[in-house]
């Protein structure tokens, strides 16, 4: 070959096999990895450059731009690199890592725009360049560029029709620039009519790169939708899931648009009866390798819904001890039911976290210079520190008796504040925040991604959402507080931060940021509740990002809790728990349906899980007596065995897929009626028995619903003189004199233990618990 520019095209066609889902059908797959440049981009590239350089003066002195997500930057690097043109690439910051460096050592100069615009705030930004500077600037602009299509019409198409004698039926492309289906559409028109052409389309929302939804973002102008046989849309997940499929079944190791490709090849192929069918695998796999395309953490890692992706994404620790945190209970009401339901699913996320080898760091921040709790110190007549203590020590006790995990921290934010004050110096010094009036704010417009996680156009907040209009003078009503200036009230009772723009009291946001910043480490998980969505979340990612090098990875929100009567007041969390009769059916309570949905309070709602949770613990004290006991085998217990060893997986698998436990809960419940249905028959033997308390005190290590305190004693589990009194009792009682029966009761009861009377015979519970049976 002369030059490296004559090796584009003629790139190899190889047949699927392991993945053809229709013998009827042939599947070939063109590689334009095979390009010199490495993607399908090479034909289009050197199209461009060279109608450039015959119509629009690209020549010395100027410079080749151009809007990209990747691969067409690549390819155009290279010509350019082998013509000597110096080039500058806009492309989104959230394009792989791999692409950037292949540009840069090609020589290109690469402008970032914000990743949540896309392929179109790189368009936007391109476009401007070539109107200010015409002068300077070549545009590509490879989505209006009719070489874009006459690249394939001359080269991909023909290929095609060659390489398979004519016999082709059907080509399917993914949509990006969409010169690749357009130019060989119009090639295959005329070399056959009958040869159906196939856009392939992601979702709206996706996170393909290089490929285009047509209704969420500019339509390129060289694509007509009416040219194409019929558009297939695929979903990222399935798009990646093939990406992977090829390399294990096929040898062939392909990027994002590729799989995509593939997946809506599959099910176009599973539709026809026979035929011929091309697809484009665009480019290789190897500029993805920053990204979680192949790394396959599904395979070991928890799937939680994160609002920056609109989309379940896995939950990748950045190290043995991911931080995960959340915004605590209001000081005024820290039994709100709602706080205490999120922090349940953290507990057994960070359950299940510890299991997989990791030491979770769960934190949550309790405001406590906040305006509640100044109005609550007031009524009770105590200082805020002592108010703040109190309220620490009882918020502590409630989570103890709710089973959280005593490595569940629950900070106060006075205790942040030096930090608080450093993150608006460094806030302010960055130009990203403002004092006016004794007042620190931080100025929105400075955030170009601010309303991201919201999915809220900054620029069509209504004024005065953000909080605070009439009370605070500030530049834009977008902006936030961070420092508000102390009222005289506040500086009289001296609950104030003394600082260099007076005497000042940090807001909501500013305390939340600053517990996390001090105490959370590396910022794994966020979830708060629903009422925190917006402003909340969005201001605590701007204080993070512009003062702290805090990216929290996934952000997550938990529905509320709602009174099934509209306008009636929700009880406080210790309030249903004594309803409920404890604190271990109300966690199962709290969990009975999926965090992503409101969970509805009602007395008849209470009663169904107490009832659910009695026969758990009814099945428990049974199995406990009859694993201590000597029933003889009945031969059960493959199956047995084998029923419990699914429990385990089964929770595993829901928790792992969006803490989905409200899936488990069926097979538990049909777990245990079976298992009781064994002891009911006398059926279940030693052996069974045991097994099922071992798989269920391994699920409890995680969900800790069951009352062990609560459950009888077996005969070993108490002494001697209690096992001859219960039978000098069962004496007593066959011979009617209750009397004596109720005064061996009250002795057992004076040592320490307590008999019930059950179905099944008298049981013994230690002293001050309480049984979960039903009572002859």
Known sequence: MSDLLSLIGNTPLVEIKALSPNPGVTILAKLE????????????????????????????????????????????AMVCAL??????????????????????????????????????????????????????YVLMDQFNNPASIEAHYHTTGPEIWEQTGGSVTHVAACLGTTGTIMGITRRMRELNPEVRCIGIEPY????IQGLKNMQESYPPGIYSKKALDRIIHVRDDDAWAMCRELARKEGIFVGMSSGAAMAGVQQLAREMQEGVLVTILPDGGERYLSTPLYSIPELDGIK??????????????????????????????????????????????????????????????????????????????????????????????????????????????????????????????????????????????????????????????????????????????????????????????????????????????????????????????????????????????????????????????????HHQEKGEPLPGIQEMAREMGGFHPLRMWLMSVSYHRPLMFSPKNLEMWVKNWKRLQELMGKLKICARGTRP?????????????????????????????????????????????????????????GSCLHHLQGLDSILKIIDWQALPL???????????????????????????????????LSSGFRLVDTRDGTRVYPAGSKENTEEK
């Open 83 to 136: 013509k000597k043109y110096p080039i500058k690439l806009i492309m989104p910051a959230s394009a792989s890592e791999e692409r950037k460096m292949i540009m840069r050592a090609y020589g290109a100069e690469i402008v970032l725009t914000p990743g949540h615009l896309s392929t179109d705030g790189a368009i936007e930004e391109a476009y401007r360049l070539a109107r200010d500077f015409p002068e300077k």
């Open 304 to 561: 939680i819904y994160d609002l920056q992706k609109r989309k379940k994404a896995v939950l990748q620790c950045s190290g043995k001890k991911p931080g995960i945190f959340t915004p605590g209970p209001r000081t005024n009401f820290f039994q709100d039911p709602d706080f205490w339901r999120r922090a349940v699913f953290l507990d057994v996320l960070c359950r299940r976290l510890a299991q997989k080898g990791h030491d979770p760091n769960p934190v949550a921040a309790v405001a406590d210079f906040d305006d509640r709790t100044l109005e609550c110190m007031r009524e009770k007549g105590v200082s805020r520190e002592d108010f703040s203590r109190e309220t620490l020590d009882s918020i502590r006790d409630l989570a103890g008796r709710i089973k959280l995990n005593r490595n569940f921290n629950f900070l106060p934010a006075a205790g942040s504040l030096d930090t608080g004050i450093e993150m608006c110096n460094k806030l302010l010094s960055r130009g990203l925040a403002y004092e006016k009036l004794r007042c620190v704010y931080f100025d929105v417009g400075r955030d170009r991604d601010y309303g991201l996680l919201a999915g809220i156009d900054p620029e069509k907040i209504i004024s005065g959402k953000t909080v605070d209009l009439e009370d605070y003078v500030k530049d834009s009503p977008r902006d936030f507080t961070l420092l508000k200036r102390a009222s005289l009230k506040d500086l009289k009772e001296e609950n104030v931060l003394k600082t260099k723009w007076g005497n000042v009291r940090p807001s909501w946001y500013l305390q939340m940021a600053a517990v996390a910043a001090e105490n959370a480490g590396h910022l794994d998980l966020v979830m708060a509740g629903e009422a925190h969505l917006f402003p909340h979340l969005d201001n605590l990612l701007s204080i993070w990002k512009g003062s702290t090098s805090l990216r929290p990875q996934c952000w997550s929100l938990a529905l509320p809790v």
């Open 633 to 689: 085998d009945k031969e059960t217990g493959s199956e047995v065995e084998k029923q419990c060893r699914e429990l385990g997986p089964a929770l595993s698998g829901c928790l792992d897929d969006d803490l989905a436990l409200y899936k488990f809960w069926p097979q538990l419940f049909e777990f245990c009626r079976k298992m009781q249905k064994l002891l009911d028959e006398n059926l279940m033997d030693v052996r069974d028995a």
């Open 33 to 76: 990895m095979s390009n010199p440049g490495g993607s399908v981009k090479d034909r289009v590239a050197l199209a461009m450059i060279e109608r450039a350089e015959k119509f629009e003066g690209l020549g010395p002195g100027k410079t080749v731009i151009e809007a990209t997500s990747g691969n067409t930057g690549i390819g155009l």
């Open 714 to 748: 077996a005969e070993n589990e108490y002494p001697v003189q209690i096992s001859e009194l219960l039978q000098a009792r069962a004496r007593a009682k066959e011979a009617k004199d209750f009397v004596a029966a109720d005064e061996l009761r009250d002795r057992a």
């Open 204 to 207: 709206a929302g996706h996170k």
